[in-house]
């Protein structure tokens, strides 16, 4: 069974940028689809991006293409949200996921069986 915690989180402004991290402890970390999403209160939890198994394959949500990169690194069990251009409207709680009987990318939150606890991100106007 993984374990991940996420930290990176912050106040940042309009425009400036943000690096998330997720740690995975446990079995293989290459054997497990990764995921981003983000919630806020009285929201339902948003699909950010994705990451295959192997790292090769990514996906995002259309109000992150361009500006955010899901990347990850086997070496260091890590998994990383790099988030440019930051609007008000990315604050939000950020969650990683792991599947760990796909090989993903995955959009949808009903896949992903580990869930971190969460990091806060705040983005001012």
């Known amino acids: 069974q993984v374990q991940l915690v996420e930290f990176g989180g912050g106040l940042v402004q309009a425009g400036g940028s943000l690096r998330l991290s997720c740690a995975a402890s446990?079995?293989?970390?290459?054997?497990?689809?990764m995921g981003w999403f983000r919630q806020t209160p009285g929201k339902e939890r948003e699909f950010v991006a994705a990451?295959?198994?192997?790292?090769?394959?990514?996906l995002y949500a259309d109000s992150v293409k361009g500006r955010f990169t899901i990347s990850r690194d086997s070496a260091k069990n890590t998994v990383y949200l790099t988030m440019n251009s930051l609007k008000p409207e990315d604050t939000a709680t950020y969650y990683c996921?792991?599947?760990?009987?796909?090989?993903?990318?995955?959009?949808?939150?009903?896949?992903?069986?580990?869930w971190g606890q969460g990091t806060q991100v705040t983005v001012s106007s």
């Open positions: 990451i295959s198994r192997a790292g090769g394959t990514t």
């Open positions: 446990g079995p293989t970390f290459s054997s497990y689809a």
């Open positions: 996921a792991a599947n760990s009987y796909q090989l993903g990318p995955l959009r949808n939150n009903h896949e992903y069986g580990y």
